[in-house]
């Protein structure tokens, strides 16, 4: 089943007829039959299905309740050459109770039986008219469509062939206090799917949302809801079929309301995402202790049921029920889009992010330069991406701060690579920023390096270049010893991800304002202060020069035309590539194969047309890369990574803007001398 961490689910929202047990499971063997075509793994459907929910007094009728187990007997000899697993509602009757049940089914066999807990009878909705909850209900055999079925209120996770687990959970369950998936989560359920036939009233869709979007997130699972459509009974309540995916918080895939056609909405789910979340989050762990010592506090108070907390205790209260392994192979592919550019906010959402990230780096060197009694910050200022930023945020420190800018003493240092286009970009923007500039041309004191050394100025080699840019670090340390200053360091997160910085060099600072930004989201946020709190357009236009120009350290003399020769994403590699790949080192833990393949469908297609003049075609960034390109620097990037750890193991404070960072004392501690055989073993692989 599992693909490469993929799981394929999806939730079904067929058309019904009250209480047209024929009709109703026809539609749902249609539906079965089209998720397997589909590859469909595993496929839910509505509260009550096989019968429709808005039954009512129906319920009660022998001859609907024998219907609907005759309607079982079809759907499992239908489904008795399908390898996909189906979760299906209909009413069982157990001893003297009524249950509103799903059925888990695959392969012509009935693996389960769930009862619903919570049975709402407010409002609307008066469910104990007609049945009994699963608390009611003692752990007992029945035969049913021909099958012995054991019935228990206890916890039921399902296990696929390879390992996937999942568990069930019906309507109004989610809507309690503790629903039965908190409990199904922390027993290892990976996936939850929930029958539902929740009617439609204003307002209560957006609210349904953000609640299984908050439940997928609290439980970090996937989370399948599929609810009651058209046919259901519109005597009181209309029933829009709600379809709804999500992963771990996330919305992957959406029904359509109101609409008067059956439908199944699909979206592979990533376990391995998954588990490794809850791999990171040990509130996993300490939230089993805490439901643990609540209840044995409290003798099984009403937030647990002793059967929930069984759990804790015996893990042999825990239905584990194994499924069936598919008898037919499928050829896997990835069909969920994969956003290329994973650090970079969607684009409704990016203006606020850009004003969060300013405001975070702001704050943080505000506190640094109040808590040291500091009124001077000194910084390179190249006509670079990254020392525009970082100068951006010290001017909106300090006016934060109340403090004139002329504090903030910005330091041009051309060099033998430094061309026009950087150095009057550098001075310009600090004469229109109101700062104190200071020039120092580092070339004398270099050559006077060389000679001190002994190194020929005409080899242009890795001495040749770390000694300006330790000279230059040598100058911004002692002009704040003399200004009685702060540093401020320039490099970005994804710079110190590939150790492309001079170790004490511009690896080195007093504080770090861009340490926690990746390259692909600096260029945005120097952008939305170019186009929303830039003074005057001179400012703007500078600034979008900035992130136009080719990102090169400028240590090697320019060509004949004074342009820069020196790029840095041809030497190694373009930073689109290297953030999509540190994302996922970092946040999931994943390895080459995986990112490969998700590389793969994130730049397939080209994020903007080719030969299309884009307002700023930085910021479109590339967007296209071939297999090979892929192989070629996801090769160089762990190589780059493992080796280069020991700039990360010293680097200055800095604030974490985004979900990951790797600062030394907080998300990433990585001895400096480990083995990246297995990674790059992998690699060769591809």
């Not at 509260?47 to 319920?59: A, N, P, R």
Request: net charge negative; aromatic share 8%.
């Amino acid at each position: 089943m599992m693909n490469s961490g993929f799981v394929k689910v999806a939730c079904a929202v067929p058309l019904v007829k009250v209480a047209d047990c024929i009709y109703n499971v026809e539609q749902t063997k249609a539906q079965i039959q089209q998720a397997e075509e589909q590859g469909v793994e595993i496929i839910v459907f509505p509260e009550l299905g096989i019968t429709s929910y808005t039954c009512q007094d129906l319920f009660q009728q022998k001859l609907l309740l024998e219907a609907s187990e005759v309607s079982i007997l079809h759907l499992l000899d239908f489904t008795r050459q399908l390898d996909v697993i189906s979760i299906v509602g209909l009413p069982i009757v157990v001893g003297d109770l009524l249950l509103n049940c799903a059925m888990v089914i695959q392969r012509g066999q009935i693996l389960g039986v769930i009862p619903k807990t919570y049975l709402p009878d407010y409002s609307e909705f008066y469910e104990k008219r007609w049945f009994a909850s699963s608390q009611d209900l003692k752990e007992t055999t029945i035969r049913y469509a021909g099958q012995n079925i054991v019935v228990t209120p206890d916890p039921q996770i399902y296990t696929t062939d390879d390992g996937v687990q999942f568990g069930v959970e019906i309507c109004e369950d989610v809507w309690a206090p503790v629903p039965p998936s908190n409990t199904l989560a922390l027993a290892g359920a990976d996936l939850i799917f929930n029958l539902s036939a929740s009617d439609a009233v204003i307002g209560k869709y957006d609210y349904l949302k953000s609640l299984l979007s908050q439940q997928s997130s609290r439980t970090i699972t996937g989370y399948i809801y599929a609810a009651s459509g058209y046919g259901e009974s519109t005597q009181d309540l209309v029933y829009a079929g709600n379809g709804l995916i999500y992963e771990n918080g996330v919305l992957l895939a959406e029904g359509k309301r109101f609409t008067m056609e059956s439908q199944i909405h699909c979206a592979q789910i990533d376990i391995e995402m998954l588990r490794a979340e809850r791999r990171i989050n040990s509130t996993y762990v300490n939230a089993q202790r805490q439901v643990n010592t609540f209840a044995s506090q409290r003798g099984f108070s009403s937030s647990l049921s002793p059967n929930q907390f069984a759990i804790f205790n015996n893990t042999s209260a825990i239905h584990y029920i194994p499924c069936i392994a598919p008898e037919n192979e499928t050829t896997f592919t990835l069909e969920r889009e994969i956003n290329p550019h994973p650090f970079v906010p969607a684009p409704n959402l990016l203006p606020d992010s850009c004003v969060e990230v300013l405001n975070i780096q702001t704050m943080a060197l505000a506190t640094r330069l109040s808590h040291i009694q500091a009124k001077t910050a000194v910084l390179g200022v190249s006509g670079g991406l990254d020392s525009t930023l970082a100068l951006l945020v010290c001017v909106m420190t300090f006016d934060k701060l109340g403090l004139d800018r002329k504090g903030i003493i910005g330091v041009t240092m051309p060099g033998f690579g430094t061309t026009g286009r950087t150095y009057h970009n550098a001075m310009d923007l600090m004469h229109k920023l109101g700062i104190t500039v200071k020039e120092i041309n580092i070339e004398k004191s270099v050559m006077q390096h060389f000679e001190d050394i002994g190194h020929d100025p005409q080899v242009q080699d890795v001495t040749y270049e770390n000694s300006q840019a330790r000279e230059r670090t040598q100058i911004l340390m002692d002009l704040s010893n003399q200004l009685n200053g702060l540093v401020v360091g320039t490099g970005d997160m994804s710079e110190l991800a590939l150790g492309w910085a001079t170790y004490n060099g511009d690896h080195m600072s007093m504080y770090a304002v861009n340490a926690g930004v990746p390259k692909t989201l600096l260029r945005h946020l120097v952008n939305y202060y170019a186009q929303h709190l830039a003074e005057n357009q001179d400012i703007a236009k500078i600034l979008l020069d900035v992130i136009n120009t080719p990102i090169s350290p400028e240590l090697t003399p320019a060509n004949e035309q004074g342009k820069i020769e020196q790029k840095t994403e041809d030497l190694v590699g373009p930073y689109e590539l290297h953030d999509f790949f540190l994302y996922y080192v970092l946040r999931f833990g994943f390895r080459p194969s995986k990112i490969f393949l998700l590389a793969k469908k994130a730049f397939a297609e080209s994020m903007a047309q080719e030969g299309q003049p884009q307002p700023n075609d930085a910021l479109q960034m590339k967007g296209q890369y071939d297999e090979e390109t892929i192989k070629k620097w996801l090769k160089v990037f762990f190589k780059r990574f493992f080796s280069q750890q020991f700039k990360r193991s010293c680097l200055p404070d800095g604030p974490k803007v985004t979900s990951v960072s790797l600062s030394p004392r907080g998300d990433w501690r990585m001895p400096s001398d480990a083995i990246s055989r297995l990674w790059l073993e992998e690699c060769d692989t591809l």
